[in-house]
């Protein structure tokens, strides 16, 4: 039903009908099963992954320069959003790619799987200036978490860091979508 109601909106609207599957994909990625290392969707998640980095700088930037240490976290965040343009470039060359950009990858992933936790603690009590978007940020570093994380799976990469700890036990906060 899901499927007929996104083909007949897809007509409606004009939309190509891959368009609504990429976007079904993007909607519906983290509640999919996908096998460890099968690599089937590695080009899709590094352009993913390229484009919540992007966001994340967007976001720190219009909302975030009060803090302190904006300067070096927003420089680490941008080092992600290089790194994931380098990925997918490497990814979206994989048809003719040599076997050490396998290795490549493998060690950038692991590297901004690192870098992003450490990010992520930096900014752990960060306020925005504008309270409309007092959470975007939050939402947009959990969706970058998430495109990592299964672009990893989806390669066949395991993080070398620690379990995770677990999240507050504060009130859930409400989260508004990001801005297209």
């Not at 993007?26 to 992954?49: E, I, K, M, N, P």
């Not at 420089?75 to 490497?90: K, N, S």
């Not at 960060?126 to 989806?154: A, G, I, K, P």
Request: one cysteine or more.
């Amino acid at each position: 039903m899901k499927y007929l109601l996104s083909i007949a909106a897809a007509a409606v609207l004009g939309i190509q009908p891959g368009s609504v599957a990429i976007a079904q994909d993007y909607h519906d990625h983290s509640r999919t099963q996908y096998t460890f290392g099968a690599r089937r969707h590695v080009d899709t998640l590094a352009d993913r992954l390229q484009w919540e980095a992007n966001a994340i700088c967007w976001e720190m930037h219009d909302n975030y320069q009060h803090e302190r240490n904006f300067r070096e976290t927003y420089r680490e965040i941008y080092t992600l959003l290089q790194d994931a343009i380098h990925v997918h470039d490497l990814a979206h060359d994989a048809v003719h790619a040599r076997a050490d950009n396998e290795d490549h990858i493998a060690e950038d992933l692991h590297d901004m799987d690192q870098l992003f936790h450490h990010v992520e603690d930096d900014i752990a009590h960060w306020t925005s200036r504008n309270r409309y978007h007092s959470h975007d940020l939050t939402y947009r570093m959990e969706r970058f978490e998430v495109t990592l994380h299964h672009l990893m799976n989806d390669y066949g990469v395991r993080s070398k860091l620690p379990a995770p700890r677990p999240k507050s036990s504060g009130p859930p906060v409400l989260q508004s979508p990001p801005q297209p």
